[in-house]
């Protein structure tokens, strides 16, 4: 070229790219993700307790959970069940007994578990 003192060079910048995607809480039903699930904004108008509960048992381990806001006591408030729910969790707990030919080991299993059970029920009301 005529009258060109510079010499033209080329400059090519490089960077990762993952590839990923993105779906809604709801499409993950059923679904069990080996890697890790990113989930943003919690206190979105139409982003029910229910809805994160799904994204939680999506992983397969707690690590492989990444929240982009913090999980704050009173979000978390709204996972308590409704009383009526408690009251008839406990009342089923209190129906249930075991066969009288069980050995006396898994008697004693059946009354630690029938007693964590009316603990956990108790904490939520």
């Known amino acids: 070229m005529p009258n060109s003192a510079k010499l033209w060079s080329p400059r090519l910048t490089q960077f990762p790219v993952i590839s990923a995607l993105a779906c809604t809480p709801e499409k993950l039903q059923g679904v069990t993700l080996e890697h890790w699930i990113t989930i943003s904004k919690l206190d979105r108008i139409h982003f029910k307790p229910q809805?994160?509960?799904?994204?939680?048992?999506?992983?397969?381990?707690?690590?492989?959970?990444?929240l982009?806001?913090?999980?704050t006591l009173e979000?978390?408030?709204?996972?308590?069940?409704?009383r009526q729910a408690v009251a008839e969790m406990m009342r089923l707990?209190?129906?249930?007994?075991i066969p009288a030919y069980?050995?006396?080991s898994?008697?004693?299993?059946?009354?630690?578990?029938k007693a964590l059970q009316v603990t956990l029920a108790a904490s939520f009301s």
């Open 106 to 113: 898994v008697r004693l299993k059946f009354d630690d578990w």
């Open 75 to 82: 979000y978390s408030r709204k996972f308590r069940p409704p």
């Open 51 to 66: 809805t994160l509960y799904v994204a939680f048992s999506r992983v397969r381990k707690l690590s492989s959970i990444r």
């Open 102 to 104: 069980a050995s006396q």
């Open 93 to 97: 707990i209190q129906l249930v007994c």
């Open 68 to 71: 982009i806001s913090r999980l």
